[in-house]
DNA sequence: CGGAGCCTTGAGAGCTGTCAATCCGGGTGG
DNA sequence: CCACCCGGATTGACAGCTCTCAAGGCTCCG
């Protein structure tokens, strides 16, 4: 849903993490921000009673510690739930660009915009109780104008997004697929049936 | 959850809608941009067959056709499903202000993460499958620090932003306030019990 | 006084979440 | 090269929670 192409101004460094890498630690000084190519990243807030709590899971295709953007300091920590690669972006050269640059600043203000967009369309869907109508919807977003469809994502992920318990959303594809409204020529790949 | 004060820069119209009144139209060149400050505003897109689709409904405090802040034609409709009170900016100017004054252009990006922010924070709670422990989750980011708080929205539209039947609400409200959790001392009103 | 919209509560069906077991493919260490 | 392990994908069974449908009370407003 997401080009990130546009980041590309911002001279990313690509980033390669293991499961459990530490991207940044609540705290600490904000010195980059990231956009997720690959994997999840869970974003966690240590409270004070030593509990973890999840503040956000972040898949393919997010930005994170955007919030921290105009902050001093990460208020979560960010750690590898998957190997996952990562752009990272210095964030002092980003905001002197940003302000310096009115072409920069609406380019930022785009992504900005557009993560908003995204995140109010699949707040729609959500609110779509049939798992069955909430995945067919989903995947209408993402397919391209043929019907056709390459998930950039496991499963499991696409069931956090949407909400449901992932054997919720196998049974909710099988059961498209059976009816014929959908077809998946790949375990990730789905072709929607007019 | 928002603070629009940094909104007043960009000199807001202040705006009074009626029940089916509206605000643009899908097609019309953008205008203006809007924050609702109380009731209801639907965003309607019309398909070509001719059934309205329903792409978000947005409450007060937020920003709407942000979306459309780069596009010159609104892809939406946006009609009030409830009396409410709208400031008004004018798009042009406030793309100019922003172009030209980088303290400017640091607020809208402020107010844009603020909303990602608030949607990141949402989702997370949508994904709470109890509904018990959903609205309280929601209760504890509304409130202050003494656990107090005046909901300045009907608990229907609370019902709707947390992906609740409003029946479902009512009822949740009810085994918090009798197991002890929260206290509420008018139907809006909550006081959070440690 | 009447209507509209919101709040509330009841009853029941159905869908979804949870728990469990299995299969499968890729990556790793021996 | 092979056994092993881990995480994802699947499928089954079942309980329980939420949604839906219904009905009634309440308040505000014309």
Known sequence: MNDWSACLKFNPKPLRLKKTDTLFK???QVQNMHLIQQGRVKLIRHSLAGENIVLHVATAGEMIAEASFFS???HC???ADQPSKVLSIDRDSALNTIINSPQTSQTAMHLFAQQIRDLRGLHEIR???????RVLAYLNKLANEKGELQLEMSLQDMAYKLGLAHETLYRALSKLEASGKIQRPATTAFILVV
């Open 72 to 74: 001093e300091n990460y």
């Open 77 to 79: 920590s960010a750690v």
């Open 127 to 133: 609110n779509i109780r049939s798992a069955e109508q």
């Open 26 to 28: 609540q705290g600490e």
